[in-house]
C-alpha cells in the first residue's frame, strides 16, 4: 500500500516569505508526527498530532512555525517570515495510534531559504 | 544538550565481517530505544526497538544490546551486507500522553564493502 507521502520534495523560497509543507499520511493512522533534520543532526521533533488535535506542540521552535490537520488525516505545516536558519529536511511520519506503534516516515520535503 | 549521541559519525567494514554501532543517552527517563535506517533521499525506515525491561533483542541479522546502567545500546549486524550501507540512527522516547516523540542521535553513516 502507499507509504506517508509528503509534497513538495524540494522548497525554495527567499528569506521573509512563507511556506506551507503537505504530508499524507498513510491511511488510517491516526497519529502524525512532523521532525526537522539540519544538515549533519539527527531528526528534530517539532509536533506530534492524535486525529485533529495537536497533542504535543513542545518542539516548535517559535511562533512562525504551526502546523493544522482539521480532518484528521492531511497535515500542513505552515512556516511564516522564513529565515535562512529554518533551511533544514522536513520529515513526517505517522503510526496506527498513539504510543508505541512504530512510525512511517515520508521522504521528507527539503527546504532551502535563500 | 544531546540526550541521545551516537559518538562515531563514521564505519567501514568488511562485507561478511560484524558491524557495531554505539549510543549512548543521558535521560533516565527513555525506556524505549529503536534504530532506524536511513538511505539518500529516503525518509528513515524503522529496524528494530528494544524496551528497558529486556537487555538483548533479535531479528535476522540484527540484534540490539541495551546497558541500562551504563545508559548505552548497540546495533550489531551480523553478517555484514553491502545492502546495509546507510545511516544508522539511535532513537529514544519516554511515552508521555499518548505522545512517542522520539529523539535521535546524530547518526553513523555504515558503509559495508564488497
Known amino acids: 500500500g502507499a507509504g506517508v507521502s509528503q509534497t513538495p520534495s524540494n522548497k525554495v523560497t527567499e528569506k521573509g516569505k512563507y511556506v506551507e509543507l503537505r504530508c499524507d499520511p498513510i491511511s488510517g493512522h491516526t497519529a502524525l508526527y512532523w521532525y526537522r533534520q539540519s544538515l549533519g543532526q539527527g531528526p528534530e521533533f517539532l509536533i506530534y498530532?492524535?486525529?485533529?488535535?495537536?497533542?504535543?506542540d513542545s518542539g516548535l521552535p517559535n511562533d512562525r512555525f504551526f502546523a493544522v490537520r482539521p480532518e484528521g488525516s492531511v497535515s500542513t505545516l505552515k512556516i511564516q517570515r522564513t529565515e535562512r536558519g529554518d533551511s533544514a529536511v522536513y520529515l513526517c511520519a505517522s503510526s496506527l495510534t498513539s504510543g508505541r506503534d512504530e512510525q512511517f516516515f515520508g521522504p521528507g520535503t527539503r527546504l532551502t531559504v535563500l | 544538550d544531546q540526550q541521545v549521541k551516537q559518538n562515531s559519525p563514521s564505519l567501514s567494514v568488511q562485507e561478511g565481517r560484524i558491524s557495531i554501532l554505539n549510543c549512548d543517552y543521558t535521560n533516565s527517563m527513555f525506556d524505549y530505544f529503536l534504530w532506524y535506517k536511513k538511505y539518500p533521499a529516503e525518509g528513515p525506515t524503522f529496524l528494530i526497538s528494544i524496551s528497558s525491561i529486556k537487555d538483548k533483542n533479535e531479528d535476522g541479522r540484527f540484534t540490539v544490546f541495551l546497558n541500562k546502567s551504563a545508559k548505552h545500546l548497540s546495533l550489531h549486524i551480523v553478517p555484514s551486507q553491502p545492502g546495509d550501507s546507510a545511516v544508522y540512527f539511535c532513537a529514544a522516547s519516554a511515552l508521555r500522553g499518548g505522545s512517542e516523540k522520539l529523539v535521535f542521535g546524530k547518526g553513523t553513516k555504515l558503509t559495508v564493502n564488497p
Open positions: 498530532f492524535q486525529g485533529t488535535g495537536a497533542a504535543d
